[in-house]
């Protein structure tokens, strides 16, 4: 089945070249896991390099086939995302799967390029208070050095995408205008950006929020695929996740065990858990290409290297109980397309 929603043929082109496409016959959504940036960046420890890469191989083992593997900021402000250079070089050498760091700055991508980058995400907020809780700059400010970033990626030949974080809700400003989310999409896409995110940063968007976001943003990007990036904070992100896939978005962000958070928006917990986003479709005979038991072992392991449980919903489930791995697509129902 082929899904690249309200992608053009210049866009599906240069998704294409960049190695990031990910139309097959496996799945009818694209689930990114994120947990080695943004599952680990909340972390009180740092987990070495090496058992970041050991996780990534297990993740790509239970069917994932995109990962944000780390990010190229400021050590002092996230020192858990040293070593993301190796991390990535590692996983580069021995993969062909869409393998994501995230990147701020021209500096940030030239470490990106020349750790063997395929594809980056480059991050910015839509409210100038959580940027420059974040960065240290305005959201312009954070726009405009972004283009030389863009350059260095372009001239590598590597493939950007985009994300707009927050873009429902600020922990700050509370509320974010559709439109001016909007207008952050559309600057992003301008610089060259060829898929926007769309991040509820504190996990406190609701479902209409999300309707109205999605609507502006295709307003002025209208070409570009969209994802959703959802934390849960009020325990909405399963609900916004369906919502999405009714409007037709079909990639999201999702981290195993539940973990992760913002250390620059308050109150900001954990991103929807990859097992419960994989069980919502599964159940909703709505292919992942993920194998629910593989992700289940994947979170158990982590939770013990990380020294605490896991925060997902299905970690609470006895593992006796139907369904508590993720879904079984044996008895969940039928494909959403034969």
């Not at 680990?40 to 593997?69: C, M, N």
Request: glycine letters at 10%.
């Amino acid at each position: 089945m082929t899904i690249l929603r309200a992608a053009g043929h210049d866009t599906v082109r240069r998704l294409r070249a960049g190695g990031v496409t990910w139309m097959d016959a496996e799945r009818d959504v694209l689930i990114t896991d994120v947990v080695l940036r943004d599952g680990l960046q909340d972390e009180p420890i740092s987990v070495a390099p090496l058992d970041r890469v050991r996780v990534a191989r297990r993740l790509l083992d239970a069917g994932l086939v995109s990962l944000e593997v780390g990010a190229f900021a400021s050590l002092r402000r996230v020192p858990q995302m040293a070593g993301s250079d190796a991390v990535l070089r590692t996983l580069v050498a021995e993969s062909t799967a869409a393998l994501y760091t995230l990147v701020f700055t021209e500096f940030g991508a030239q470490q990106a390029v020349e750790a063997g980058a395929r594809s980056v995400r480059v991050v910015v907020s839509a409210t100038d208070r959580h940027s420059s809780a974040s960065v240290g700059v305005s959201t312009a400010e954070a726009l405009d050095r972004l283009g030389p970033a863009f350059g260095v990626l372009q001239a590598a030949g590597v493939t950007a995408e985009a994300c707009v974080a927050p873009a429902f809700v600020c922990a700050f400003d509370g509320d974010i205008p559709p439109e001016r989310a909007a207008a952050t999409a559309r600057r992003l896409v301008e610089l060259g950006a060829v898929v926007v995110h769309l991040a509820d940063t504190v996990g406190a968007a609701q479902p209409g929020a999300v309707t109205r976001t999605v609507a502006a943003v295709r307003d002025v990007v209208p070409d570009v695929p969209l994802g959703l990036h959802l934390h849960d904070t009020h325990g909405m992100a399963r609900a916004n996740a369906w919502t999405a896939f009714q409007l037709g978005i079909t990639r999201f962000d999702a981290a195993i065990g539940g973990l992760g958070g913002c250390p620059f928006a308050p109150g900001s917990s954990g991103n929807i858990a990859t097992e419960d986003l994989v069980q919502m479709f599964h159940r909703e005979g709505i292919r992942t290409g993920i194998d629910p038991e593989k992700l289940r072992r994947v979170r158990d392991e982590l939770s013990v290297v990380l020294g605490h449980a896991p925060l997902s919903a299905l970690s609470r489930v006895p593992p006796d109980v139907p369904g508590a791995a993720g879904g079984d697509p044996a008895w969940c129902g039928p494909p959403l397309v034969p």
